[in-house]
């Protein structure tokens, strides 16, 4: 069964549709940034702010008007680093939920242990190379709070469990990797893929339904990262953002395939479909 999503009434404005702070990008990924940022916007959230390098800022800024960023001084670097923490500390006071981890590239691990510690709030989405960080950390795995959504995919869910790269030990048996990663963390896990699982300590797993071959392609799990942290910006719990954002992300491919086939959609063109993608959701509640 599909949760509810949050109510938008008819008086609201945005500084009650809340705010979403997407820590993403570096140097030669910055679409990485403005895929997961399009996705939280067009999810109904209020204001998305980006934290990234002043590298891509013209390029974000060009993409992407309508978000708030904030930026290191130094225009020079690549990627994010630990001088830039309390920048990251700083805006994410202003946020109901992060997101960190597209294409934040190199280092991460040397900045996302300090970033963890000190962020004020932890109802946050974690994802891609944030992952990876994580997997070189295991450790932090086991304080990361209840309120946290991981979003691995199988080979990322094996390092998370200390398999190295054996994706195939994972996709060989889904449930039980998704289960054994619910032994070491309070996060929600969604584990993507073909039947994407999403689960959680104490819950059952779910498995969605939507979706297909198309989603194969780079960039389509940043826009199910954005999905998930304006949900969860919005005021759903972690486990039923999760839920709500994986059946969202798939119905959205969906209504693609069907206009142009899995082949020829690609993640870019899954924010505009993501308008369909809610009215169905609705409907498919009201049945």
Request: charged share 20%.
């Amino acid at each position: 069964m599909l949760p509810p999503l949050p109510l938008r009434p008819h008086d609201t404005d945005k500084s009650r549709m809340g705010r979403v702070l997407v820590i993403a990008g570096s140097r030669g990924m910055a679409g990485a940034a403005v895929l997961c940022t399009e996705a939280a916007m067009r999810s109904g959230c209020g204001y998305v702010y980006v934290a990234t390098v002043s590298a891509i800022s013209p390029e974000l800024t060009t993409a992407m008007p309508s978000a708030i960023l904030r930026c290191g001084v130094d225009r020079h670097r690549a990627h994010l680093i630990w001088d830039d923490v309390p920048m990251l500390v700083d805006a994410a006071r202003s946020a109901d939920a992060v997101i960190v981890g597209p294409g934040l590239g190199d280092g991460v691990e040397g900045w996302l242990p300090e970033f963890l510690a000190r962020a004020e709030h932890r109802t946050m989405v974690i994802d891609a190379d944030a992952l990876n960080a994580l997997a070189r950390r295991r450790e932090m795995l086991q304080v990361l709070p209840a309120d946290c959504v991981l979003t691995p995919h199988a080979g990322e869910a094996a390092r998370l469990l200390g398999w190295g790269d054996d994706r195939a030990r994972v996709e060989a048996s889904r449930d039980a990797a998704i289960s054994r990663l619910c032994t070491i963390t309070a996060a929600t896990i969604v584990l993507k893929g073909a039947g994407t699982l999403v689960a959680q300590r104490g819950r059952p797993t779910q498995t969605n339904a939507t979706g297909n071959a198309g989603l194969a392609k780079a960039g389509s799990g940043d826009v199910l990262s954005g999905i998930i942290g304006a949900l969860l910006a919005r005021g759903m719990t972690a486990y039923d953002a999760a839920i709500a954002a994986t059946w969202l992300h798939g119905r959205a491919a969906d209504v693609l395939a069907a206009e142009v086939g899995e082949e020829s959609y690609i993640s870019s063109d899954l924010g505009r479909a993501l308008g369909r993608a809610f009215s169905d959701y609705a409907r498919h509640l009201a049945e």
